[in-house]
């Protein structure tokens, strides 16, 4: 059974563009969740998607959405970039809504120049 | 601010030992706990949750909860250097998957 998978693994980019990172979630996993990681802060839950619809969101600026799509499949967008959005972004899939059984992807790594 | 606290470690036992991690929470609107594992360059992966008060055990894993005191513990017995990693205690927000992450505690085992 094939795992989380995430696209790119490793991007640059400079400030003030825009990104795009898409997850793919575990076969018959509805649930998509998307969390920040970085040294300082730690994990950090950005939101989560169920059915297509945003269950929850985290405390993060309007800078940070996503999206869900009918097959599961999820993207998040980060646009205007700031040097502090580097960081790595995990995408976790869950087979129910409420579990906290979190599936990880291997990340995307953002750097911001 | 709902926080989950964590030694960060690096905490050093010698293999075979029992290493204890614990954390803290803030919400006692958590419902449930967990811990994951996350190897350097690796991400994270569920090794342990528990909702109960009291203990819950998994081969060389125990989980223990204590919501009156607002803690969570893991215990590893007989650690082995392929436990070495960063563990991370997460506690929910009794809401879906919106799981709120301690920092982390840093294992090492040696051998």
């Known amino acids: 059974k094939a795992g989380v998978t995430q696209t790119p693994r490793y991007l640059i980019k400079t400030r003030g563009q825009q990104v795009t990172l898409s997850c793919s979630p575990i076969?018959?996993?509805?649930?998509v969740s998307w969390y920040q990681q970085t040294p300082g802060q730690g994990l950090q839950f950005l939101f989560e998607?169920?059915?297509?619809?945003?269950?929850n969101k985290g405390n993060f600026p309007g800078r940070f959405s996503g999206r869900q799509f009918s097959n599961s499949r999820s993207e998040m967008n980060v646009s205007t970039l700031e040097l502090g959005d580097s960081a790595l972004y995990l995408c976790?899939?869950?087979?129910?809504?409420?579990?906290?059984?979190?599936?990880f992807g291997e990340g995307s790594r953002l750097t911001v120049l | 601010q709902k926080e989950v606290e964590q030694n960060s470690g690096p905490l050093s036992v010698p293999e075979g030992a029992i290493a204890s991690l614990n954390c803290t929470y803030s919400d006692r609107g958590s419902q449930s706990f967990f811990w994951y594992r996350q190897y350097s360059g690796k991400s994270p992966e569920l090794i342990m949750f528990?909702?109960?008060?009291g203990d819950k055990e998994d081969g060389r894993f125990t989980a223990q909860l204590n919501k009156a005191s607002q803690y969570v513990s893991l215990l590893i017995r007989d650690s082995q250097p392929s436990d070495s990693a960063t563990y991370l205690c997460a506690g929910d927000n009794n809401a879906g998957n919106m799981l709120t992450f301690g920092g982390g505690t840093r294992l090492m085992v040696k051998p």
């Open positions: 076969s018959g996993h509805r649930s």
């Open positions: 976790a899939s869950s087979l129910v809504q409420i579990t906290g059984e979190l599936f």
């Open positions: 528990i909702y109960s008060n």
């Open positions: 998607y169920f059915s297509e619809t945003q269950r």
